[in-house]
């Protein structure tokens, strides 16, 4: 399994120009969880909530943060649901990258992150399925 730096994973997550180390940690990454038998299927269950979240942004911030707090105990119940270690490593990237999102204080900073998250995330995906996941 891949471990990220708790750091680096940071600065994926709260700043813009850290677009280098989101492609290489998600190339990575996506390499490693289609080696340990992640499925499409199983990124997606994810994935699309995080979508979901994402488009409330822009409706209503105030639902869309506590979503995103909520997320949390979605990865933790898919991790355990799921056979095999596969999700459970994808959960491992994820909920510290989600961690940093949930630290910020001011609303445009959470939206900026959250994004950020998103898009680190779509990487991974993208990765995997590039890797051959199926």
């Known amino acids: ?50 979508r979901q979240i994402e488009s409330q942004w822009s409706i209503n911030p105030d ?25 459970k490593d994808l959960v491992s990237i994820l909920d510290p990258a989600l961690n940093t999102v949930l630290e910020q204080k001011e609303r445009e900073k959470k939206e900026e992150c959250f994004k950020r998250f998103t898009e680190f995330f779509e990487a991974i995906l993208a990765y995997h399925r590039a890797y051959g996941g199926s």
Not at 14 to 36: P, Y
Not at 37 to 42: D, E, K, P, R
Not at 63 to 87: C, D, I, N, S
Request: without cysteine; positive net charge.
């Open 1 to 50: 399994m891949i471990n990220i730096p708790i750091p680096e994973l940071q600065k994926i997550v709260q700043e813009t120009n850290s677009t280098h180390l989101l492609v290489k940690w998600a190339d990575a990454a996506g390499k490693d969880l289609k080696n340990s038998g992640l499925t499409t299927a199983q990124i997606r269950a994810l994935f699309g909530e995080v």
């Open 63 to 87: 639902k869309a943060w506590r979503r995103t707090h909520l997320l949390k105990p979605k990865m933790a119940y898919r991790a355990r649901k799921e056979r095999g270690q596969a999700v």
